[in-house]
C-alpha cells in the first residue's frame, strides 16, 4: 500500500461515492449490485481509502451469524490498483472480526486467486448456511449463481 493512503472507517458521507465505486464493478458484473440505501443501512459495515479526501476503495464486513461473516462490496478504483489497496481492506475485515470474535469469514466471488492469496480456501457453497442466500434474488445472475465460495479461519 501507498505511504500516502491508510483504512478508515467509512462515514456516512462517504456514501455516494462508495456507490459510485460498487456500481462501476456491479455493472462489469464483479460484485453484487449495491442501492444506496444499502450502503447507508450497512455504513458501519463498510472500510474506505481516501486519497486526497476522495474515496478510492471500499470493502464491507457483513455479520451473517454468531460464527460467520462476509467480506462483501471490495472494490477499488481501477487507476489505484496494484497498490495493495485490496490486501489492506481486507486485511481490515479480518481483524474486525477477529475482534468481534468471529471465527469464520466467507467471501463469494468470481475471480477468486486474490482471496486465496490472503488465506481463504475454496469450499463447496452447500456449506454455508441457508441464511447467505438471502440476497440472491436481487443479483441479475439468479438463478444461475457463477459466484465462488471460499472461507478463511480465523
Known amino acids: 500500500m501507498k505511504a500516502d ?5 467509512a462515514r456516512v458521507g462517504d456514501a455516494n461515492s462508495m456507490h459510485r465505486l460498487i456500481s462501476r464493478f456491479a455493472d462489469k ?4 449490485p449495491r442501492a444506496l440505501s444499502e450502503i447507508y443501512d450497512g455504513i458501519r459495515d463498510y ?11 471500499c470493502a464491507a464486513l457483513h455479520v451473517t451469524w454468531v460464527d460467520l461473516a462476509e467480506i462483501r ?18 486485511r481490515a475485515c479480518l481483524e474486525e472480526a477477529k475482534e468481534l470474535g468471529i471465527p469464520r469469514v466467507f467471501c463469494l466471488v468470481r475471480k477468486p486467486a486474490f482471496f ?3 488465506g481463504f480456501q ?17 443479483c441479475p445472475k439468479f438463478p444461475d449463481c457463477d459466484e465462488i465460495a471460499l472461507m478463511r479461519q480465523l
Not at 472500510?47 to 476503495?57: D, W
Request: glycine share 6%; charged share 35%; with cysteine.
Open 5 to 9: 493512503t491508510k483504512v478508515d472507517r
Open 29 to 32: 458484473g464483479e460484485v453484487l
Open 47 to 57: 472500510f474506505v481509502v481516501r486519497k486526497g479526501g476522495r474515496v478510492i476503495a
Open 73 to 90: 462490496s471490495l472494490a477499488v478504483d481501477e487507476k489505484e490498483q496494484n497498490h495493495r489497496i485490496g490486501s489492506a481492506l481486507v
Open 116 to 118: 486465496k492469496k490472503h
Open 122 to 138: 475454496l469450499i463447496d457453497k452447500k456449506e454455508l448456511p441457508q441464511k447467505v442466500w438471502a440476497e440472491c434474488y436481487r
